[in-house]
């Protein structure tokens, strides 16, 4: 399987830069894939969880508040206003998930968006 670049920045600085396999990003018309050569595109990300499929098969899980990401064939960016987390740093994972519902609450996003991106996160605590 090919990878792609992905980069996820939020006003504190860059939080992912990895090589990946695959990224699955919360749109605000809902749920998408994207993998290596994907078409180019612009969309906005709502509130929910980033799910990435990193190059060694592990997988880490970001929440975010809002932002976009911009697509091309070989690199994939995300903008966020605010993202905390979910995997990947198992000692802090209890404190990493009340952070992330408390971004996801105060986002500005329908009341749906934020219960379903909730839901995701205390899912992803679960199988952990």
């Given at each position: 399987?090919?990878l792609?670049?992905?980069?996820?920045?939020?006003?504190?600085?860059?939080?992912?830069?990895?090589?990946?396999?695959?990224?699955?990003?919360?749109?605000?018309?809902?749920?998408?894939?994207?993998?290596?050569?994907?078409?180019?595109?612009?969309s906005?990300?709502?509130?929910?969880?980033?799910?990435?499929?990193?190059?060694?098969?592990?997988?880490?899980?970001?929440?975010?508040?809002?932002?976009?990401?911009?697509?091309?064939?070989?690199?994939?960016?995300?903008?966020?206003?605010?993202?905390?987390?979910?995997?990947?740093a198992?000692?802090?994972?209890?404190?990493?998930?009340?952070?992330?519902?408390?971004?996801?609450?105060?986002?500005?996003?329908?009341?749906?968006?934020?219960?379903?991106?909730?839901?995701?996160?205390?899912?992803?605590?679960?199988?952990?």
């Amino acid at each position: 399987m090919e990878l792609m670049k992905l980069e996820i920045v939020t006003p504190n600085g860059v939080i992912f830069d990895a090589e990946v396999k695959q990224v699955t990003l919360p749109g605000s018309e809902g749920e998408f894939g994207v993998l290596a050569h994907h078409a180019t595109l612009v969309s906005l990300l709502d509130t929910g969880v980033i799910v990435i499929d990193k190059a060694d098969g592990s997988e880490v899980a970001v929440a975010i508040n809002s932002g976009y990401v911009k697509v091309d064939e070989e690199k994939t960016t995300c903008i966020v206003d605010g993202a905390v987390a979910l995997s990947g740093a198992d000692s802090d994972l209890a404190q990493a998930l009340e952070a992330a519902k408390e971004l996801l609450k105060s986002a500005e996003s329908s009341s749906t968006a934020i219960a379903a991106a909730v839901s995701k996160v205390e899912h992803i605590g679960k199988s952990l």
